[in-house]
């Protein structure tokens, strides 16, 4: 309700309490009294509850049964409470639902519509839109079982489970698995994967280590595998940052048809590469880039203060931002626009690089990620939410 309505709302019913005291209705003035002061008592506890963001109309909130320590947001915003206990708020508007697991997951993915896959030692879990057991899917678990993680592809109908020494790939809805990669056959462990859309190709990453005369250094290597009609994977390429110092990767990012590789050598850039492992262009001393969803943008910092937007295809850069505090997530979007959390305060950018009104968070967050599609989730303590794009922030 406007403020100007509620102003108005609560002028008038005082002055009908005191209309109707003065001609002597004295019961009529007692209800209208009771309705008027029940009125400010429901417009307080709204007022005073707790909310990331002041009138965003777009936020959903969720308090949860503990405190939670982590966050997970790909389709859906999965809060991490320890023990065990998680609770899954989708970020496409459907029921939130919270659970005990035991023994507590390796690794969780939420899905569209608040479904959740969490992966055992041996074994991938399949939770529905409730939180219930629906499905689950044998693996062959490593010798080490440890260092899990869970990605999914754009479209959310394939994942893979990536540890250090293998990467599983499968249906998200357990139907069947889809083959693995060894650590043995790429030559390397494995650090990061991701997936490209409808599980078409896979790129993984990882360090080499260098025997040299003078001690060793690490070598950066990535692939790009793709699958055969067997189910099994083939390696399509490979390449490698050699250096006689150490070189790094800090992650790598598959959308569309385009692939982002993240590095340190001798000072951090990036490397933009086609699915065929052609080079588009690199950026020395850029860092932190990030990919639209469907690979047609890249946002990325360099220097001191400096956020640029740019085309993926060709780094033309489109526009730049010169933050004041610390950029603790972005989001680009295909269209060039950007959200972007500097500080407390959000900041939504248009294709142009103009800046929508500046959102202030109420209570700030502990945690905070950004979903696919442009969505943001986070918490603080037991309280977590979700904000849908375009929802008044």
């Given amino acids: 309700m406007p403020r100007a309505l509620k102003k108005f709302l609560f002028l008038a019913l005082a002055a009908a309490v005191l209309l109707a005291l ?84 390796l690794a969780v993915l939420g ?12 074994r991938l879990h399949l939770c529905d839109a409730r939180g219930r057991d629906q499905r689950s899917l044998d693996f062959d678990p490593p010798l080490l079982r440890q260092g899990y993680r869970l990605v999914a592809d754009a479209d959310g109908i ?24 060894p ?17 078409a190709g896979l790129l993984t990453a990882g360090a080499f280590l260098l025997e040299q005369e003078d001690g060793g ?22 390449q490698s940052r050699e250096s006689y110092e150490n070189s790094h990767l800090r992650g790598v990012q598959v959308h569309g048809s385009t692939l982002c590789v993240e590095l340190w050598h001798s000072g951090y850039s990036f490397l933009l590469q086609r699915t065929n492992g052609s080079a588009l262009w690199e950026r020395r001393g850029g860092e932190k880039p990030v990919l ?60 142009q690089g103009r800046q929508a009104p500046e959102r202030w968070l109420k209570n700030d967050a502990e945690h905070l990620a950004a979903g696919w599609n442009g969505g943001l989730a986070m918490a603080a303590g037991r309280r977590a939410a979700v904000l849908r794009p375009g929802g008044g922030y």
């Fill in 22 to 105: 003065i001609l002597g209705r004295h019961a009529l003035a007692a209800a209208l009294a009771v309705l008027l002061f029940g009125w400010l008592a429901l417009e307080t506890r709204v007022r005073t509850r707790f909310r990331f963001l002041d009138r965003a109309r777009g936020e959903r909130g969720l308090e949860c049964p503990a405190e939670v320590g982590d966050l997970r947001c790909d389709f859906s915003a999965v809060f991490i409470q320890g023990r065990g206990r998680l609770s899954v708020l989708p970020m496409d508007g459907g029921a939130a639902w919270s659970r005990n697991f035991d023994p507590a997951p």
């Fill in 111 to 122: 899905l569209p519509g608040g479904r959740l896959i969490r992966a055992a030692e041996d």
């Fill in 158 to 181: 394939c994942a893979a489970l990536a540890t250090p020494w293998f990467v599983q790939v499968f249906d998200t809805d357990l139907a069947s698995l889809r083959g693995r990669i």
């Fill in 183 to 199: 650590y043995e056959e790429a030559g390397h462990y494995f650090k990061y994967a991701a997936l490209a859309p409808g599980g």
């Fill in 217 to 238: 250094s690490t070598e950066a290597r990535w692939d790009w595998w793709e699958p055969r009609g067997d189910g099994s994977w083939e390696r399509r390429w490979k």
């Fill in 292 to 351: 639209s969803p469907g690979g047609a943008m890249l946002a990325w910092e360099e220097g001191p203060g400096r956020l640029v937007m740019g085309r993926a295809a060709d780094g033309t850069e489109l526009w730049e931002w010169r933050p004041k505090e610390l950029i603790r997530l972005k989001r680009p979007l295909d269209d060039g626009s950007c959200l972007v959390v500097e500080g407390r305060c959000l900041r939504r950018f248009d294709a």
